[in-house]
């Protein structure tokens, strides 16, 4: 059974360390999403790939995030320096293919489990 | 600005009883959209897709309508069970590719 990986879990920080959350796609599949989920704000896009290639990073505060996929099964989202309202839970998704072109429920994104974020 | 709206954010319903879940998003101008479910703690997972020519798609016990000339879209659940309390989520691809979620109705089946 195919899954999305995510690590660490959970992680506490103190303000101003870097963190990188690490996430791992379902073999095949093209395109990874990182998402930020806040009680105020819902479930945000941050990032979008597609072929390793970020397609929309509009989301993410360029000046602290950064996200990357060195290779096909590896992406990464970074904070450096973080900071107390960078707190929330990062979700990974993966899927076959891009959004729009998606016929069934089961070809949409696939979620990992997240991964808990307290910045102290 | 593009936007999708879940109202109410929370819903309580005795097990046994048929219900219905609603999305609105501002501009009809989109792909599709999904319907997620998500449990405490964990991921979302994709539950029903509907394209922007469809008007309904239907698995099991749910059935999601799109209406998307006025920008809604139900989820409907029947025979609700227990096992159906999680957190509802909408999610609409406009066409300029954004993905938008509503901020989910949070359902709870008491037994």
């Known amino acids: 059974d195919a899954r999305v990986t995510q690590t660490p879990r959970h992680k506490v920080t103190e303000m101003g360390q870097e963190v990188t959350m690490r996430c791992q796609p379902i073999l095949g599949h093209n395109t990874v999403f990182w998402y930020r989920q806040t009680m105020m704000q819902g479930l945000e896009l941050l990032a979008y790939?597609?072929?390793?290639?970020?397609?929309?990073d509009s989301g993410m505060p360029k000046d602290r995030f950064s996200a990357e996929m060195p290779d096909a099964t590896l992406a990464t989202l970074k904070i450096q320096p973080s900071e107390p309202r960078d707190s929330a839970v990062y979700f990974c998704?993966?899927?076959?293919?891009?959004?729009?072109?998606?016929?069934?429920?089961?070809?949409?994104?696939?979620f990992g489990p997240g991964t808990r974020l307290l910045v102290l | 600005k593009q936007e999708v709206t879940q109202i109410p954010a929370a819903l309580s319903v005795p097990e046994g009883e048929n219900l219905v879940l609603n999305c609105s998003f501002t501009d009809s101008a989109i792909y599709n959209l999904q319907w997620f479910r998500q449990d405490p703690g964990k991921g979302l997972t994709s539950l029903l897709l509907?394209?922007?020519?469809?008007r309904e798609q239907t698995s099991g016990r749910l059935n999601a309508s799109l209406d998307k000339s006025s920008g809604r879209s139900t989820l409907y659940i029947a025979a609700s069970q227990p096992g159906d309390s999680a957190t509802y989520l909408c999610?609409?691809?406009?066409?300029?590719?954004?993905?938008?979620f509503g901020t989910g109705t949070r359902l709870t089946i008491i037994p």
């Open positions: 509907i394209q922007s020519s469809q």
């Open positions: 999610a609409v691809i406009f066409g300029n590719e954004k993905l938008t």
């Open positions: 998704a993966s899927g076959p293919d891009s959004l729009k072109d998606v016929r069934l429920a089961k070809e949409t994104q696939y």
């Open positions: 790939f597609r072929n390793r290639a970020p397609l929309d």
